[in-house]
């Protein structure tokens, strides 16, 4: 395995990949995706360990995700359409087989979360804390406060470098089948070395996610202006579908930022 350093101009590639991989084959990525998302969910609900244990699920989210678009990556050059099930299964099968270092990875993945975040509190009054109200309901008036996106922008302004550690490290550790700390070493030694390319995907990703938004919106205040109710439900769906596309994104950078030696 070699590192490999790609032009800046690969990260609008990156996103425009991730893109169209999950427009051709979007209910296996975000079945996919929703599968782990309520894992995650049901596991959070278990005191004191709940949380953690929630946020260890996402190295393993992140390798299923990369091995299904590697399958339609691949069948796509072939010109043939993969089989949702066939790819779904050999994406749950990669997690199984590296179950042991994705465990590894998941733990050290939620203490550096759960470290960014305790790290983010010392400089705040913890705004996030304030943005809901006993009955859980959002307080508009704190949420749009300065302190409340300044504290947005700090925790993740800390979470970045636990990102950059762990975004080739569940593939690193699959497909050349590197120990789970050297994982982190060298994805952070990608991440860095190819910083222009993740920078310019990092805006080109941000420009999509404007775009969708705005779509999101709009397609919401159209369902509320028909009636039924169903504006929250299609920006919570279209900000979820727009997750699991994210996650697409990752193989590409991925096969681009490594080798075989």
């Avoid at 990525?29 to 969910?41: E, G, N, Y």
């Avoid at 043939?80 to 790819?87: D, E, G, M, S, W």
């Avoid at 705040?124 to 959002?138: H, I, M, T």
């Amino acid at each position: 395995m070699k590192l490999n350093l790609v032009p800046a101009r690969t990260g609008v590639a990156w996103a425009q990949q991730g893109v169209r991989t999950f427009i051709r084959q979007p209910l296996l990525f975000f079945s996919l995706f929703m599968l782990f998302m309520t894992v995650a969910a049901f596991v959070s609900l278990l005191p004191v360990i709940g949380g953690a244990l929630g946020l260890m699920v996402i190295p393993a989210m992140t390798l299923a995700l990369m091995v299904a678009t590697e399958q339609v990556s691949a069948a796509q050059l072939a010109h043939i359409r993969v089989a949702t099930p066939l790819a779904f299964v050999a994406a749950l099968a990669a997690v199984r087989q590296r179950a042991r270092p994705l465990a590894l990875l998941g733990l050290m993945f939620a203490l550096g979360v759960f470290a960014a975040m305790w790290l983010a509190s010392l400089f705040d009054n913890d705004p996030l804390q304030r943005a809901f109200q006993p009955d859980g309901k959002p307080d508009l008036e704190v949420m749009q406060s300065a302190s409340f996106q300044m504290a947005i922008w700090l925790r993740l302004a800390f979470y970045a470098p636990i990102s950059l550690l762990f975004w080739h490290a569940p593939a690193l550790a699959h497909w050349h089948d590197v120990p789970p700390v050297k994982s982190l070493f060298f994805s952070w030694v990608a991440c860095f070395r190819n910083v222009g390319a993740m920078t310019l995907f990092g805006l080109t990703w941000l420009g999509v996610s404007l775009v969708a938004s705005m779509l999101l919106g709009l397609a919401a205040t159209l369902l509320r202006v028909a009636g039924g109710g169903f504006g929250a439900a299609a920006i919570v769906g279209g900000s979820l579908a727009l997750t699991a596309m994210f996650f697409c994104t990752n193989w590409f950078i991925f096969r681009d930022s490594f080798r075989p030696s």
